[in-house]
T-cell receptor
Framework: SQKIEQNSEALNIQEGKTATLTCNYT??????LQWYRQDPGRGPVFLLL???NEKEKRKERLKVTFDTTLKQSLFHITASQPADSATYLC????????????WGLGTSLAVNP | ETGVTQSPTHLIKTRGQQVTLRCSSQ?????VSWYQQALGQGPQFIFQ???????GRGNFPPRFSGLQFPNYSSELNVNALELDDSALYLC???????????FGSGTRLTVV
């Protein structure tokens, strides 16, 4: 069955460092992969979408890579800030009108001042 | 441009009762998806509506049903509530077959 694995342990880093979150998927050939941020009790907020023919995508302090051979995406936050503390979810997705996101459990990130 | 609005924000129901959750999609979006998120878990796909038709369904029993209206707003109905239905229910809207999703803040349902 399709499976998505994200860093199982919470990530604690010091302010100013780069946070790297991992998303591995199996039995899946996604056309896109999306990353979202979720704060407690709130809905996920879209951050970045990367397509299968893109190796890397950037947005301000965020960078996502997508390696379809390794079946892995890495999500980087550079110059991290305490406000970046949240749970980060990855969601690979097939193409087409019948869209269905399958989510990982998320990685909890804590950025310490 | 408004985002996705869900109502109510919190709800407490008794086992066996029925509940209706509502979602107003983002302006310009024609697709609505519903997700169930238990504490500490990722969202689980319930179903999706595209132009008022169900367009995909996850592994949820038939007592979970939905509707999409001509203005693309949507309802999620759950019959015969069970304790395990307690969760955050998320609605997400999107435009057709690609691109990002805009989520509402969710409805926290507690079944006692």
């Amino acid at each position: 069955s399709q499976k998505i694995e994200q860093n199982s342990e919470a990530l604690n880093i010091q302010e100013g460092k780069t946070a790297t979150l991992t998303c591995n998927y199996t039995n899946y050939s996604p056309a896109y992969l999306q990353w979202y941020r979720q704060d407690p009790g709130r809905g996920p907020v879209f951050l970045l979408l990367i397509r299968e023919n893109e190796k890397e995508k950037r947005k301000e302090r965020l960078k996502v890579t997508f390696d379809t051979t390794l079946k892995q995406s890495l999500f980087h936050i550079t110059a991290s800030q305490p406000a970046d503390s949240a749970t980060y979810l990855c969601a690979p997705e097939n193409a087409g009108n019948n869209r269905k996101l399958i989510w990982g459990l998320g990685t909890s990130l804590a950025v310490n001042p | 441009e408004t985002g996705v609005t869900q109502s109510p924000t919190h709800l407490i129901k008794t086992r066996g009762q029925q509940v209706t959750l509502r979602c107003s999609s983002q302006s310009g979006h024609n697709t609505v998806s519903w997700y169930q998120q238990a504490l500490g878990q990722g969202p689980q796909f319930i179903f999706q509506y595209y132009r008022e038709e169900e367009n995909g369904r996850g592994n949820f029993p038939p007592r979970f049903s939905g509707l999409q209206f001509p203005n693309y707003s949507s309802e999620l109905n759950v019959n015969a509530l069970e304790l395990d239905d307690s969760a955050l229910y998320l609605c997400a809207s999107s435009l057709g077959g690609s691109g990002s999703y805009t989520f509402g803040s969710g409805t926290r349902l507690t079944v006692v």
